[in-house]
């Protein structure tokens, strides 16, 4: 069974920083790959950062530079940590991960419930 909870959410002001939390528990699997999502509100999900296995990332450009994500394998968790914070980074963040057993095998988690970031102007 697979579980996979995002945290860290909040209200904070522009210019301000939050740190999400993406923890996932599988058991016989570990995180191979991740990426941080977003909805605001009347808009599409968006990819805004990923990590692979080999910890290299990617970034969407409207958040290069002030997110930044990472992983710590102990805790099969994954981080973004927002700095410089504006209100246009409003929205519901959820992660999603491909995850991989010891012998290869593969399985994608489902959507999480998401954590509300609101930046006020």
């Known amino acids: 069974q697979v579980h996979l909870v995002e945290s860290g959410g909040g209200l904070v002001q522009a210019g301000g920083s939050l740190r999400l939390s993406c923890a996932v528990s599988a058991s016989f699997f570990s995180i191979y790959t991740t990426g941080w999502y977003r909805q605001a509100p009347g808009k599409q999900r968006e990819l805004v950062a990923s990590i692979s296995s080999g910890s290299n990332t990617n970034y969407a450009d409207s958040v290069k530079g002030r997110f930044t994500i990472s992983r710590d394998n102990a805790k099969n968790t994954v981080y973004l940590q927002m700095n410089g914070l504006k209100p246009e980074d409003t929205a519901v963040y959820y992660c999603?991960?491909?995850?991989?057993?010891?012998?290869?095998?593969?399985?994608?988690?489902?959507w999480g419930q998401g954590t509300q970031v609101t930046v006020s102007s």
């Open positions: 999603n991960s491909l995850l991989r057993a010891k012998n290869g095998q593969t399985i994608s988690t489902s």
